[in-house]
T-cell receptor, first 113, second 112 residues
């Protein structure tokens, strides 16, 4: 059972426009969420996080929104740049001794120049 | 500063051969350590995690095993590789407590 889902495998956006990447989860115990960016043949790099006590977190061009009632989070990138082209993973964890993260299947973003 | 090293970067192995992938972390102590796999067209699947020396938890039944012989060393092994073991293997670490991961650069394993 996939507890973290990214239903859009790919997304294309024009440079300068907004990119919106979506993520849904099923486990109501999840209370901390991360977004990672991954280039081919490299390890993922951390982008932004959000705790369930917040509904929004912003870092430069990246904003993450959390809707707990809908069990949905989204990553907004404004403005999108060609260097943002990568695979984006959302990840969720529940408060526990290990804080292990469950990752979604990823969304491939292509920003067109 | 903390760094994570993972090797080799690429590996081609025949079916039935053994496997050993190594991951080490520098600049921290008592990290949580993780092995993930990204199979072709799929997300990141957690394989093993460890909260201390000799403490290994397995997330999915499979042909692989993990060991943590030292505080900052995490090893992924197999006695006999299967074709289905092909994928991109990622080691990650996090501090004890709630924090995100830092990933290594990954190992592309192709079983032929």
């Amino acid at each position: 059972d996939q507890q973290v889902k990214q239903n859009s495998p790919s997304l294309s956006v024009q440079e300068g426009r907004i990119s919106i990447l979506n993520c849904d989860y099923t486990n109501s115990m999840f209370d901390y969420f991360l977004w990672y960016k991954k280039y081919p043949a490299e390890g993922p790099t951390f982008l932004i996080s959000i705790s369930s006590i917040k509904d929004k977190n912003e870092d430069g061009r990246f904003t993450v929104f959390l809707n707990k009632s809908a069990k949905h989070l989204s990553l907004h990138i404004v403005p999108s740049q060609p260097g943002d082209s990568a695979v984006y993973f959302c990840a969720a964890s529940a408060a526990s001794g290990t804080y292990k993260y469950i990752f979604g299947t990823g969304t491939r973003l292509k920003v067109l120049a | 500063s903390q760094t994570i090293h993972q090797w080799p970067a690429t590996l081609v192995q025949p079916v039935g051969s053994p496997l050993s992938l190594e991951c080490t972390v520098e600049g921290t102590s008592n990290p949580n350590l993780y092995w993930y796999r990204q199979a072709a067209g799929r997300g990141l699947q957690l394989l093993f995690y460890s909260v201390g020396i000799g403490q290994i938890s397995s997330e999915v039944p499979q042909n692989l095993s993990a060991s943590r012989p030292q505080d900052r060393q995490f090893i992924l092994s197999s006695k006999k590789l299967l074709l289905s073991d092909s994928g991109f293997y990622l080691c990650a670490w996090s501090p004890a407590g709630r924090s995100g991961y830092t990933f290594g650069s990954g190992t592309r394993l192709t079983v032929v």
